[in-house]
Structure formats: structure tokens, C-alpha cells
């Protein structure tokens, strides 16, 4: 909790002003928190057609982009919005059509990262040039966030600091790699301070701009 005297409202507040100065068109979670946010439920298609695993282009109405990494195509959306910015779906080739004809009437844009739907620079260059997309905020959970620092997809870390003090068990850090006990997935990465602002409230703002990691000395 914060401190007497420090309206709630006024940390909360903060996470909204920070994201608002990027100036992206969009962000990027993975299939769990994009489940939560989207309580969309499965519906029957019955026969439909097979269809190229190709982009999906449903209309945007210039909103922002709502990105889910999910490549097997678990989402249910029921609507072609989450929280208001136009949903996209990045999946996997195997997933199934009649869940991609459930994309389409839903009115939720697709794009394919691979087999798999596990090549994530490939996920980056098709949102580029499909969507021409420049700049997503990536809002994931610590795996999410393990994967693209592992594929060298994150430029900047933008943290805010809340003045409180939780002591959860369990609770994922910023980044959370699931792999192996050998890999580093920030490995070759360095992090440069470009930025430290202390908030209302007492909350504080880092950035960390993410660089090659010098060569070891010999």
C-alpha cells in the first residue's frame, strides 16, 4: 500500500502517463494475459473451408493494436477489440480453420510466426510491413518478456518502481525465461541507464536502454 497521504489513484495514473510519451501504436502480451483481458468464449463453427496461412487484415478504424503471441490459437475474442485498440492475433501454422474462421468473424487481424508460431523476429518484420507498425510496447508477463530478450527484440526497459512492498511467493519477475538451467536468454545484452525520474508520490521511473554487452577482456 502507498504511504498516508498518497492517493492510489495518483500511482495508478502514472503507468498510462509513462506509456503515453512512447508514442507506440500498440502492445504486445502473451496468450495468458491476452485470455483475461479478451473473456471471449469458443464457439462452434462447423465446416469451413480451408484457408492459406497468410495475413488477415480485419478493419482497424485507427485504433491501436492490441498484439497476443499465440501460437496455438487459444484466444477466444468474441469481439475485434480488447480494451478498445483492435485485437491481432500472432499464431502458429498448425492452428486449426475453423478457429481462424472465428478470428475473421470476430473481426480480429492475423499474422503467422512460422510452424510453430515461435519465430517472433519474423512476428516483428510481418506487423512492420503488413500493419507499418514502428514502435509496440511490450506489456507480457516475465516469459513473454524472457523470449523476445532471448531474440534480441527489446530495445528499451521502462520501469516503474511502486512504493510498496508485496513479499509474494511465486510472483514472476520482469523477465523469466522458461529454458533450459544453461541459457541466458540476456546473454551478449547490456542495459545503459538513459533515464531516472522520481514520480508523484513517490513512485520512480527507470529506462534502460538495452545495448551489445562489451567483449570480455582477454
Not at 463453427?45 to 478493419?59: I, K, L, S, T
Amino acid at each position: 500500500m502507498p504511504a498516508a497521504g498518497i492517493p492510489a489513484e495518483v500511482l495508478r495514473g502514472h503507468y498510462e502517463q509513462v506509456t503515453g510519451q512512447f508514442g507506440a501504436e500498440g502492445w504486445i502480451v502473451g496468450r495468458k494475459t491476452m485470455a483475461e483481458m479478451a473473456k471471449g468464449s469458443e464457439r462452434p463453427m462447423g465446416d469451413v473451408p480451408q484457408v492459406a496461412r497468410e495475413p488477415h487484415v480485419a478493419n482497424r478504424n485507427g485504433r491501436d493494436f492490441a498484439i497476443a503471441i499465440d501460437p496455438a490459437g487459444r484466444v477466444h475474442y468474441g469481439k475485434d477489440n480488447v480494451g478498445g485498440d483492435h485485437a491481432v492475433a500472432v499464431l502458429g501454422e498448425q492452428v486449426s480453420d475453423a478457429y481462424l474462421a472465428e478470428l475473421r468473424q470476430d473481426g480480429v487481424s492475423y499474422i503467422f510466426a512460422g510452424p510453430n508460431g515461435d519465430d517472433l523476429a519474423l512476428a516483428m518484420e510481418q506487423l512492420a510491413a503488413v500493419f507499418g507498425v514502428k514502435t509496440l510496447l511490450l506489456e507480457g508477463g516475465g516469459a513473454i518478456n524472457g523470449s523476445f530478450l532471448k531474440r534480441r527484440l527489446i530495445d528499451e526497459f521502462s520501469t516503474l518502481i511502486h512504493p510498496a512492498v508485496d513479499g509474494l511467493a511465486g510472483v514472476q519477475s520482469i523477465v523469466d525465461y522458461h529454458g533450459t538451467d544453461d541459457e541466458r536468454p540476456g546473454a551478449g545484452q547490456a542495459l545503459r541507464l538513459i533515464g531516472c525520474e522520481t514520480l508523484e508520490g513517490g513512485m520512480v521511473w527507470l529506462r534502460h536502454k538495452v545495448e551489445d554487452a562489451p567483449a570480455p577482456t582477454p
